[in-house]
């Protein structure tokens, strides 16, 4: 949910298309728009955003 908040909110762009597969064993969610984009790399101070996303998907995965 907040990837797709994200892309709504912050991306400046007119679509965003989400794509969700599964498996017996993995799930998976892409998130991705027609925005401004942003370097996935790069620290942004005072927002956790990528990084806490695949912080709380790892604790999920792990916990099954």
Known sequence: MEALTNA???SGGA???LKV???RKIF???VSDDGL????????VGHWGL????????RRV???
């Open 62 to 64: 792990d916990a099954c």
């Open 28 to 30: 998976s969610l892409k």
């Open 15 to 17: 679509r965003v298309e």
């Open 21 to 23: 597969t599964h498996g």
């Open 37 to 44: 984009g942003f370097d996935p790399d790069r620290s942004h």
């Open 8 to 10: 709504f909110h912050h």
């Open 51 to 58: 990084i806490g996303m695949r912080e709380r998907a790892s």
